[in-house]
């Protein structure tokens, strides 16, 4: 049995987000009656999107979307390590259980992962995570190179990055697989700008094996 000291029972948790919580439940319902209630049966997402965990870029607002509409899979620097349990667990269950039409595989400009893959500080477990980013630093360092400014370095980095994990997303087996047996599935690389808001298209769509 855990024994909580008493002047703990005084201190708010976090009372301010559970306050925004009924707030927002409360508009959902004025709006729309029976909004949780169609929520409570099925979720039915078209849409599987990747992208970074970084607070800034929240999935659902970027694109418009209610809950139910957007499946989701958040990782730091938006990778899709065909090594990495989680993302495939997501993956197969959003094409093979939800059948989503489309998958996003969305990077953002600033990001601070791939910043940190490559200005030589040693941040710990993280560096592991963060090593394919540096791996394509290097593929790419002629390219990359020629741009003088930092900035603009690092969000073609960020671009980079991106058609990169469209690429491993795309021969995933999962998504072969779907493709093999006649299921629509389009993979796509965006990249949304800090700046204003708005997801640039890559033009990196695979549609097919």
């Known amino acids: 049995m855990w024994l ?8 708010p ?9 009924r707030a927002w439940a409360e508009r959902m319902v004025s709006a729309d009656a029976g909004f949780f209630k169609r929520l409570e049966r099925q979720q039915a997402p078209e849409y599987l999107w990747i992208g970074c965990s970084d607070s800034r870029v929240p ?3 970027i694109v418009g979307l209610d809950p139910g509409e957007l499946f989701v899979h958040r990782n730091v ?19 093979d259980v939800l059948k989503v039409k489309h998958v996003m595989v ?27 980013i540096r791996e394509l630093n290097h593929e ?19 671009e980079l990055n991106v058609i ?7 021969s995933d087996v999962f998504v072969q697989e779907a493709w093999s047996r006649g299921q629509e599935l389009s993979v796509h690389g965006w990249v949304y700008s800090l700046a204003n808001g708005l997801v640039r298209d890559l033009d990196v769509t ?3 094996p």
Do not use: I
């Open 59 to 61: 999935a659902n607002e």
């Open 164 to 170: 990169r994990q469209v690429k491993n997303v795309a």
């Open 13 to 21: 948790m976090l009372d301010h987000l559970k306050a925004n919580n």
């Open 206 to 208: 695979v549609t097919r």
């Open 77 to 95: 620097a938006n990778l899709a390590p065909p090594q990495d349990a989680n993302y495939l667990s997501v993956l197969q269950f959003a094409v």
């Open 4 to 11: 909580v000291p008493d002047h703990a029972m005084a201190v």
């Open 106 to 132: 969305v990077g953002h400009y600033g990001c601070g992962g791939v910043r940190a893959a490559v200005d030589g500080k040693r941040r710990g477990l993280v560096d592991h995570w963060l090593h394919p």
């Open 140 to 158: 790419h360092a002629h390219e990359l190179n020629e741009l003088t400014d930092v900035a603009a370095r690092l969000d073609r980095l960020c």
